[in-house]
């Protein structure tokens, strides 16, 4: 089957395009267009393939990819060769229930953490994620009184009937997000839990064993939420040692992971708010949050997260009155922000908004 990446006709005006070198708008078009890109912006390059297509060498290679994510426009990482397009929602994230879908799919193979989450986080926002999507990023240990109703229901391997070695295991494992319901765990002996695959074609095939497929996700995992419950811990039983006070760190968690909900109807200012936020500004509150939005129909919203992150840690007022004074001096793009650039690759920059901002420091 073709598949075909769609650039915005508008992409050759956008201010950031603008002040590129045109090895950096060959880069980014490769970025966004080659053959591994995928629909949540999420996908493996390794540095020999990027060579091999671009025709660039490795130190190439490394200097532009890390141009990109000084401009806060990709995120690489090394480990898994996973890039990360930062600005690829804005674009690609379309309401379409199969595209949702797809993307929902393609999270699970995605083995960075941070990019992962930060899809689920920006799917939540733009109110585009059910839950599942947002509690696939969660992790958690199983409550060890669970454990012990899983037992008590099970009582043997439910694959080999082994009543020996027995573990408990995610139907749909953790890593793809598989909750603590008690519909997601069942005893298996550790044979069987061990020959289990957790990811990937493999683990849809295993789960065909029980009748299910992806799609199941959902209907079990978000099941029914926990509750502590009266049934006696067995010692004998359960391999499961958990300590009292980590079992009460994670409730805690689990109730502030539960009631954490974005505090305005717009994801625009959602996303400020989350950005003054981390950037630590004191006196920032949701009611101060007001003065911050009255620039969003005024300028660009780059310009506002400029503003914010130029305050890193600083009174958020500062960020206020950077504002204004890029709005009187007519600073409402992003592109009258940036110090003049020349068209040569290997000089080294360190940012692109001010002088004294390493977006490096955030991961946005
Ligand atoms: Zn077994």
């Known amino acids: 089957?073709?598949?075909?990446?769609?650039?915005?006709?508008?992409?050759?005006?956008?201010?950031?395009?603008?002040?590129?070198?045109?090895?950096?708008k060959y880069f980014y078009i490769y970025l966004m267009t080659n053959s591994k890109t995928t629909q949540c912006g999420i996908y493996e390059l390794p540095k020999r393939v990027i060579e091999?297509?671009?025709g660039y060498n490795r130190e190439t290679v490394d200097k532009l990819l890390d141009r990109f994510i000084k401009f806060g426009r990709i995120q690489y990482e090394e480990i898994h060769s996973e890039i990360m397009l930062m600005n690829w929602h804005k674009y690609n994230f379309l309401k379409s229930p199969k595209v949702i879908s797809k993307i929902k799919q393609e999270l699970l193979n995605v083995k960075t953490a941070r990019f992962r989450e930060r899809v689920l986080a920006i799917l939540e926002e733009s109110g585009l994620a059910d839950k599942t999507l947002y509690r696939m990023a969660n992790k958690t240990e199983i409550p060890r009184s669970l454990a012990a109703e899983v037992f008590e229901r099970d009582k043997r391997c439910v694959r080999c009937n082994s009543e020996t070695d027995l573990t408990i295991d995610h139907i749909f494992p953790r890593n793809i997000?598989?909750?603590n319901v008690k519909d997601n765990l069942r005893v298996l002996c550790r044979s069987c839990n061990s020959k289990r695959p957790t990811i990937g074609k493999a683990l849809e095939d295993d789960l065909k064993l029980d009748g299910l497929t992806l799609d199941d996700f959902e209907r079990i995992c978000m099941s029914k939420p926990y509750h502590e419950n009266p049934i006696p811990y067995q010692e004998t039983a359960i391999p499961y040692q958990q300590k009292e006070e980590e079992k009460e760190k994670e409730k805690e968690k689990e109730i502030k992971d539960n009631i954490y909900a974005p505090p305005f109807n717009d994801p625009i200012k959602n996303h400020l708010h989350r950005l003054c936020e981390k950037c630590k500004l004191k006196g920032y509150n949701i009611v101060s949050a007001d003065d911050l939005f009255e620039y969003i129909d005024k300028m660009e919203i780059e310009v506002i997260e400029s503003a914010i992150k130029k305050a890193y840690d600083k009174h958020f007022n500062y960020a206020i009155n950077t504002l204004e004074g890029w709005l009187k001096e007519g600073k409402t793009k992003v592109i009258y922000l940036k110090p003049k650039r020349r068209d040569d690759i290997a000089r080294p920059r360190t940012s692109v908004a001010g002088d004294d901002f390493d977006?490096?420091?955030?991961?946005l």
């Open 1 to 24: 089957m073709a598949t075909y990446r769609q650039i915005h006709t508008s992409f050759w005006q956008d201010g950031f395009v603008l002040g590129l070198t045109p090895e950096e």
């Open 52 to 54: 091999m297509e671009t």
């Open 177 to 179: 997000g598989g909750t």
């Open 359 to 363: 977006y490096n420091s955030l991961s």
